[in-house]
């Protein structure tokens, strides 16, 4: 499912860690694409978020676990960013 509201509040608050991260490292940061889902039924059900991001040119994925779509974001911006520097 292509991401919704709660992912993109995700990704909003992640640019700021991002940024910190970014200003760390000097690399330039772009989430290229994400995506979202449940991992069960119910309100408390795990979610996972997936995020493609291109740090310095360089493509790369991460993913997030967490019983909100919104919490699960940041790990995988942070994830996603991780694994290209």
């Known amino acids: ?10 990704v909003q608050a992640a640019r700021s860690r ?4 970014s200003s760390s490292v000097c690399a330039e940061v ?4 994400c995506t979202e889902h449940a991992t069960g039924t119910g309100q408390r059900s795990p979610a996972m978020a997936y995020v ?4 310095d040119g360089s493509v790369g994925w991460g993913a997030g676990q967490d019983t909100s779509v919104l919490t699960a974001s940041i790990p995988a911006v942070l994830s996603a960013v991780n694994r290209r520097l």
């Open 1 to 10: 499912m292509p991401c919704g509201p709660a992912f993109a509040e995700g």
């Open 52 to 55: 493609e991001s291109r740090v």
């Open 18 to 21: 991002v940024g910190v991260v």
């Open 30 to 33: 772009h989430i290229v694409d």
